[in-house]
Each structure stands twice: as structure tokens, then as C-alpha cells.
């Protein structure tokens, strides 16, 4: 058992050492924002990243808090998976450095937490891309009154198995030690994620999974340059990166490479995306399927006729043959996106690359540079870009309601979050706009547009009556039957909710 006193000398200590030894800094620069998200330096700014001395300022550890060297264990990803670069990191566990900065970010982060409050973190492993195991596993525990994990970062593909159920998690929103209202918790999440005023999952900066998640678009700059394309970054702060922008340079950018008169797999191709990125573009745009009424309750009341809007601008995109190639229709891959879509765009053959931004990782070796850019606006008219997180990768932290000690949990994961933020996200965006080994100071912009305005549909997370499926059918046959689907559907949809609403006993 440590004193009081020595407690807090070791804190200093390994404060004051982080400090001096620290390569990479706080999340981003000061930045100032308007209301299109035009963000530009503040006064003073010289562009660096530096730590923020007024974040340090926002935690205070619980004075002389000891756990006697409690076990806390958290439900998620061990890092062993095997096929993207991402899968290889835990945003839970790091048990020694090994000179990767996100892991040993992880490293310093844990050693910090452990000695604040004399606590072992541990993780309860599920291997990537093992998502299934997720939803088997906790529900069973969680049924059985198990006393499995004191938390866990969900993947999104298992919450409506965990959190559509009754008695399976608390009400975040009830734990007072967790205070969600601060800045390593993602407000959006927080205020989207509700149902009925109950709150039982949210992400933050512990959440680095999803972090990783949100879907972007990446740009060539090696055809940018050859095609003596305009400064992109500047159209995204100007507001001005829309599809109509996005189709212009990608139509400009096609090339039939092996002369037999068409554009397909083996050419140079303006775009590249998947038949479910129509449902990302619609959220982006800010629409919801299910919006939520006044009592904080689901429902499903979309605004048909600008969904219509959007599909057909998108629509006129996917359905240019001489422009665009979806992953959907590659044969002969385990995975066309990891195999061969990666690799061409890293080959220069891809102007607008749609995927995850853990792909990122696999394009730091590529020759030619790359920009990271945010999903399109519909038109110039939208406020704000929005980014939306993809359910196979994106983590939610939930506390099940088998925790016994619901004050110990909310206080180590509010110090985890707040040294997440410190340390973590820090690295995550030195890794993610570095190629190979050249900062890219502007995607950093486009970070802070894209981490800071995470869009969330409930009906997403849920997929009520398949939902989902409504855009995968549009989207491959390039015909905007949104209106009909959605009647068609109707019945089931609102059934599925009407059911989750019971199991949660929401009225």
C-alpha cells in the first residue's frame, strides 16, 4: 500500500518525465471554427502541435484513491489480428514499448492510470475480425450474472445484440464519477446515442478503434499534380468539397490503360468506393433515418424528399461507368479492399480512394503522396461535413451491469479517457498523416474536421428491420427507389423498434 505522499511524487515524477521526453503532442493545434467548419489558425499558432496546457487542467485525480492493486478488465480487441496493420494494436493493453508510437502511447497511458489509482488494466481478448464473438460472449456472461469485465469497448456490430437488450448495461448517465461532458468524450455520441434519456454506450478518445473507423476519402497527389489539379484542402475549408466537385476531378482523372475502350479494374479510375457508402453519404449530409422525437425516442421519420436529393447526386457518381469501380464487384479475393484496392491506389491507378482511415497504415509506404480528405458535402448549402463511423471497426464504450463497483469503473475510465486524449490521440494523428516519415500539416485540418464531427444514426447501429439493406440494393443498382423501398419496409422497420423500445421497457 502506497502513501498518499509517495503517491503523488511518483505521479509527478512520471509527468514531469513525459513531459520532457514527449515526441509528439496534443491532438492539434488551437484551431478557431465557423460554422462550415472552415478552420484556420489561431493568432500566435506557429503550427506545431503542442501539448495543451488547458486539457491538463480539466482532470483531477480523486485524492489518495488506492485499489490495492485491483485487476481492471475491459472486454475488446487484443491487437492479434492478422490482415490491416490497425488489428495489430489493443486500445486496451500495450505490455512493453516496442518503438510504434500508438502502442507505446497505450503503454505510457496505462503505467500512468495503474500508479494514479494502484490498478492493473487488463484485457479480456476477442481477436479481430472475430465481431460475432463480441455479442456470444458478453450476452452469455452478462445473462449468467457473471462477473467477467468491468467495462468493455464493444465493436459496433455487436451493440444491438448487447445494449437492445434489457438489464444488460447501465445507464452511463447514472455513474456521476463518469463525467461525460468533458472533452475526451465525444459530445455527439453522447447526445445521439440516447434512447429515452437513457445513455448506455458512448465513444471518447479511449475509443481509439474508432477513431480509426470513419470513413474518408483518399486523394492522389501524385495525379493531382499531373492532372494540374486545385489545392483540395482549400476547397474542403472553403466549403466547397462537394460530389459535384468530387465527380469533376475523378471524370478528369480516368485513363483506359489497356486500350480495350472501357474503364474497369485494370485502368486508372477516378473512384473507387462500395454500394453501402451510399447510406455514409446520406448521414454525412446530415440526414437520419430514425431521428429522435422530443421524448429522446427513435423514429422513423426521415426527411424523404432530401434522402431522394441525395441519392440521385450520388447515384450519378456511382452509376458513371468510364469513372467509378466498386469493391463489390471484384471476384477471385478474400478481401478485394485489403488484396488489390489498397495496393492500386498505393500504385497511383485511383484518384478518390473511399475507405476507412485505419488504411491509412497501410499507405505509408506508398511512393506518392496522398490527402486525407473528408466525405463530400450534397452541395455548398450544407454547414457542416459530416464523418460517419463504420460499424465493423468503430468501438462504444458500455459498463455491463454485472460491474460491482460502478464508482471504481467510472473513475479509472474517466482518468483513461483523459490521458487517452493526452497521449493517445497525439499519436494516432502524428502515425496518420505522416508518409513516410513527412508530416502532411494540412491533414491534420482535415482530422479535426473529421474526428470532431462523427455523425450517428441509431437505425445504423441497430439495422432495424435491415435497414441498411434499403441503400445496399440502391446502391448497386443505380436506381433511387428510396421511396418505394422504404414503404415497402415500413412495417418491419417500425416493428424492430417498437421492439427494442419494449425490451428496453422505453415509452
Not at 455513474?175 to 455520441?189: C, G, H, V
Request: hydrophobic share 40%; charged share 20%; aromatic share 10%.
Amino acid at each position: 500500500m502506497k502513501t498518499r505522499t509517495n503517491l503523488k511524487s511518483a505521479i509527478a515524477v512520471i509527468l514531469l518525465l513525459s513531459m520532457l521526453f514527449m515526441t509528439f503532442a496534443c491532438s492539434s493545434p488551437d484551431k478557431k471554427t465557423d460554422g462550415n467548419n472552415q478552420i484556420t489558425q489561431a493568432a500566435g499558432d506557429s503550427g506545431q502541435i503542442q501539448e495543451s496546457e488547458a486539457a491538463v487542467e480539466e482532470f483531477t485525480p480523486v485524492p489518495g484513491l488506492d485499489y490495492g492493486g485491483y485487476k481492471f478488465r475491459i472486454f475488446g480487441f487484443d491487437g492479434k489480428g492478422t490482415m490491416w496493420q490497425a488489428m495489430k494494436i489493443s486500445e486496451i493493453i500495450a505490455e512493453e514499448e516496442i518503438g510504434e508510437p500508438i502502442h507505446d502511447s497505450i503503454y505510457k497511458r496505462n503505467k500512468i492510470v495503474e500508479e494514479l489509482y494502484n490498478i492493473k488494466i487488463d484485457c479480456v481478448p476477442v481477436t479481430y475480425p472475430n465481431r460475432e464473438d463480441f455479442a456470444r460472449i458478453a450476452s452469455k456472461a452478462i445473462m449468467a450474472g457473471e462477473d467477467m469485465f468491468d467495462a468493455s469497448f464493444l465493436v459496433g456490430m455487436a451493440v444491438s445484440s448487447i445494449l437492445g437488450k434489457k438489464n444488460m448495461t447501465y445507464n452511463l448517465k447514472t455513474i456521476p464519477e463518469l463525467d461525460l461532458s468533458q472533452n475526451w468524450w465525444d459530445q455527439n455520441s453522447a447526445k445521439d446515442l440516447s434512447i429515452g434519456n437513457s445513455l448506455n454506450m458512448v465513444i471518447g478518445d479511449v475509443n481509439l478503434y474508432s477513431s480509426l473507423a470513419p470513413v474518408v476519402i483518399y486523394a492522389n497527389k501524385q495525379l493531382m499534380q499531373q492532372y494540374s489539379i486545385n489545392n483540395l484542402y482549400r476547397l474542403v475549408k472553403e466549403g466547397k468539397w462537394t460530389w459535384d466537385a468530387l465527380h469533376d476531378i475523378a471524370k478528369t482523372t480516368s485513363k483506359d490503360l489497356d486500350g480495350n475502350g472501357k474503364i474497369d479494374k485494370n485502368d486508372q479510375v477516378g473512384f473507387s468506393t462500395e454500394y453501402g457508402h451510399l447510406y455514409v453519404a446520406v448521414m454525412c449530409a446530415g440526414e437520419k433515418m430514425t431521428p429522435k422525437n422530443n421524448q429522446d425516442i427513435p423514429v422513423l421519420e426521415p426527411n424523404k424528399e432530401r434522402i431522394s436529393n441525395i441519392i440521385d447526386k450520388v447515384l450519378t457518381v456511382y452509376s458513371d461507368k468510364d469513372t467509378t469501380i466498386f469493391g463489390n464487384n471484384l471476384s477471385n479475393f478474400n478481401n478485394p479492399y485489403f488484396e488489390f484496392l489498397t495496393p492500386k491506389f498505393r500504385d497511383g491507378e485511383i484518384m478518390f480512394f473511399v475507405q476507412q482511415l485505419h488504411v491509412s497504415f497501410e499507405l505509408r509506404g506508398m511512393d506518392a503522396d496522398y490527402a486525407i480528405l473528408p466525405f463530400p458535402k450534397f452541395d455548398e448549402n450544407q454547414a457542416n461535413y459530416g464523418s460517419y463511423i463504420t460499424n465493423a471497426f468503430a468501438t462504444y464504450t458500455i459498463i455491463p451491469i454485472t460491474c460491482a463497483d460502478t464508482e471504481r469503473t467510472g473513475n479509472i475510465l474517466q482518468a483513461m479517457g483523459y490521458y487517452s486524449k493526452k497521449y493517445v490521440t497525439p499519436a494516432y494523428y502524428d502515425v496518420t498523416v505522416t508518409n513516410k516519415l513527412v508530416r502532411d500539416e494540412e491533414s491534420i485540418e482535415m482530422l479535426d474536421i473529421i474526428l470532431h464531427n462523427r455523425v450517428f444514426d441509431i437505425a445504423s447501429l441497430y439495422d432495424w428491420g435491415g435497414i441498411s439493406g434499403i441503400f445496399e440494393t440502391i446502391g448497386g443498382k443505380w436506381n433511387n427507389t428510396f421511396a418505394s423501398q422504404l414503404e415497402k419496409n415500413e412495417t418491419k422497420i417500425n416493428a424492430a423498434i417498437e421492439n427494442t423500445l419494449a425490451e428496453l421497457q422505453v415509452n
